[in-house]
């Protein structure tokens, strides 16, 4: 089946540094990947949508200067949590699209947990 | 614009019992409806989806969830769960459009005792 994964596993990084996060399809092209975030207890939001080769759309409220998400590829999505702080700290979980005529489904990754001090 | 409700943010169950997580969407198009478990720590793995076709889904690890479009609900069942259900379980939807964005419902966690 679709395989999606993500590295690091888990991150602890100090305030004001910055994070990679990459999400990667290891046996398909998505041609659209999505990140998420999720507090503890909470729902999955959708931060922003990834398509390959274009910008990334973000959703209201999410800072696309401090997250900045790369597409290079149709198997590579990267997030970067610039100059974090303590706030940022949250399970941040990508997922990769696949599919075609109509029929299209998300495959999600393990997650990355990101802890700020 | 779609939303999920999942009204019940905690279940608790005895092992070998059946269990009914409800949900229910609002919508004003047609929507792929899913249901995703998570457990601790982990991302999210798919249990069932309902696209066409018959109402009753059947999903991985015994589960199965009821499309009734009248009442716009997705409630997902099994007969008789085990400890290793334990976990969060959300449901979701999706327009039929490919560009479209998944939204989740708030999750209830299934607790599971012995």
């Known amino acids: 089946g679709a395989v999606v994964s993500q590295h690091p596993s888990r991150v602890i990084c100090k305030s004001g540094t910055s994070v990679k996060i990459e999400c990667r399809s290891l046996?398909?092209?998505?041609?659209?990947m999505f990140w998420y975030r999720q507090f503890p207890k909470q729902s999955l939001m959708l931060m922003a949508t990834s398509n390959e080769g274009s910008k990334a759309t973000y959703e209201q409220g999410v800072e696309k200067d401090k997250f900045l998400i790369n597409h290079a590829s149709l198997t590579l999505s990267t997030l970067t949590v610039t100059s974090a702080h303590p706030e940022d700290s949250s399970f941040y979980i990508c997922s990769a699209q696949t599919g075609t005529g109509g029929e299209y489904e998300q495959f999600f990754g393990p997650g990355t947990r990101l802890t700020v001090l | 614009a779609q939303s999920v409700t999942q009204l019940d943010s905690q279940v608790p169950v005895f092992e070998e019992a059946p269990v009914e997580l409800r949900c229910n969407y609002s919508?004003?198009?047609?929507?792929?409806l899913f249901w995703y478990v998570q457990y601790p720590n982990q991302g999210l793995q798919l249990l069932l989806k309902y696209l066409s076709g018959s109402t009753l889904v059947k999903g991985i690890n015994g589960f199965e969830a009821e499309f009734n479009k009248s009442q716009t609900s997705f409630h997902l069942r099994k007969p008789s769960v085990h400890i290793s259900d334990t976990a969060e379980y959300f449901c979701a939807v999706r327009s039929y459009s490919s560009a479209s964005k998944i939204i989740f419902g708030s999750g209830t966690r299934l607790s599971i005792r012995p």
């Open positions: 046996d398909f092209q998505a041609t659209t």
């Open positions: 919508s004003s198009v047609s929507v792929y």
